[in-house]
């Protein structure tokens, strides 16, 4: 049986900090303030997959109250959630998403961005839809106080659920 999650995540926009979405960096006059690289996009899909596979969401997989996780490369929290997700028995059979960013453009580093998460889930690239869109100056995202992603996965299950 399939299993579908959902994901959400938003950080705030600072000066002096990169700007990591989906995995790629992008050229833009401040970046996330978060704990790790703040990557919205893979946070989103990091939860999606969890709720869809019944495990603890991403803030209880990997505290920012743990220096570990300090600029942590949110690419590789990603595989490993793709790995939990797996020992539980499933794999990602579709990834939908929407990224909410009024600036900098991001449609020209979907490609990019659908490269690096398809290297990290294991899906095939036309598996994996960003769609990037603007808050029509409305809300945080619209006033560039920062960057939001909502994310949808479908699984499928590779195995019987050892609980
Ligand atoms: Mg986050």
């Known amino acids: 049986m ?11 926009l600072v000066a002096g900090r ?4 989906g995995g790629v960096l992008i050229p833009h006059e401040k ?3 978060a704990h790790s690289d703040g990557d919205v996009l893979c946070h989103a899909l990091c ?6 596979a ?4 991403i803030g209880v997989l990997f505290p920012d109250s743990d220096p570990k996780y300090k600029d ?12 939990r997700v797996a020992e539980k028995g499933y794999r990602p059979l579709q990834v939908d998403s929407n990224l909410v960013a009024q600036r900098p453009k991001l449609q020209p580093f979907v490609a990019e961005m659908i490269r690096a998460l398809a290297a990290a889930t294991g899906l095939e690239e036309e598996k994996i839809s960003i769609k990037p869109r603007t808050n029509e100056y409305m809300g945080a995202e619209g006033r560039e106080e920062g960057i939001s992603a909502q994310v949808v996965v479908v699984l499928q299950r590779i195995k019987e659920d050892k609980g």
């Not at 399939?2 to 705030?12: L, S």
């Not at 990169?18 to 979405?21: A, D, E, R, S, T």
């Not at 019944?54 to 969401?57: A, I, S």
């Open 2 to 12: 399939n299993r579908i999650g959902i994901g959400y995540d938003i950080h705030r």
């Open 18 to 21: 990169k700007l990591i979405i």
């Open 31 to 33: 970046g996330f303030e």
């Open 47 to 52: 939860d999606a997959l969890l709720g869809a």
């Open 54 to 57: 019944g495990l603890p969401n």
């Open 72 to 83: 942590a490369d949110s690419m590789e929290l990603l595989r490993t959630v793709v790995a």
